[in-house]
């Protein structure tokens, strides 16, 4: 105990840090674990959180056999994984230019223009791309008007919302995501280019053979990470930006937890739907992990 007291004075601001996000996890994902028993239960507001007829899997039974299921699973993992196949990479490639960048006035601007997306608002994001898809006085109708074509809704064209969505999320984040890949090549050992430079290997073998090799263990990790959340589109955005001529290609379980639980106010089929997803999210995050620690000896755990 003695051990541990010492060990918490030394690091009590560090641990202050933390602090703030150890008591969200905590309030936020663990005090409401409890609350999965409303999946087995046919809850009724009003009598209890454990309160109500003990239903087992009726109502995953019902989600799984419903006309609903292989579209929200389908759209579910197709607008979180088109980000992560063509976004995945981005932040890697601009980490290496912006490391590159020798002039720091240029680099520190470069850095500002791909951070700030990060920190602009979901709601402020999709009044953008509404506005600017406007089938009216958008801009991006507004130049297709203008080089003789026909106006598109793309708001309201279910193939278009995948690309939009897609395009918008990586727009969002690879600045911000590019942080953590920077500080990784910041860490490689300046004598081991001086080596490559004598060598004679130009900037794309320092790259392929060098660079990439010493970052792969942060990649691997951020990989593994994404592939955690891969289930987990992003409510708010998706929500913000689809309507009913849309469903086909934009709805996904976390939109259908909501109206089937808020609007609904069927809590033990939102709540069984909801686990149902956790549970998808795990066997991934498990398959990723032992997929790459067999093939690249790297891993989670």
Known sequence: MSTLFSLIKRDKYL???????????VIFMYV???GMLLAFRNFMPGQGMFSGEWVGLRWFDQFVNSIYFWRLLRNTFLLAFLPLLFGFSIPILLAVCIVEIKNQAFKRFAQTVTYLPHFISTVVVAGMIINFLSPTDGIVNTL????????????MDAGW?????????????????????IAAIMGIDPEMYDSGKIDGVNKFQ???????????PTIVILLLLSLGGIMSVGFEKVYLLYNGATYETADVLSTYVYRMGIEGQNYG????????NSIITFVLVFAANTMTRR???MSLW
Request: no cysteine.
């Open 206 to 216: 320092e790259l392929w053979h060098l660079t990439l090799p010493s970052i792969k």
């Open 32 to 34: 409401p674990m409890p």
């Open 144 to 155: 297709i008007a203008k080089l003789g074509m026909e106006k598109v809704n793309f708001m």
């Open 269 to 276: 089929f939102a709540t069984a739907v909801g686990l149902f």
């Open 161 to 181: 919302f995948r690309t939009i969505f897609t395009s918008s999320d990586i727009w969002q984040s690879f600045g911000f995501s590019s942080i953590i890949y």
């Open 295 to 297: 093939l690249t000896k």
């Open 15 to 25: 641990l202050l840090m933390f602090s703030p996000i150890f008591l969200y996890y």
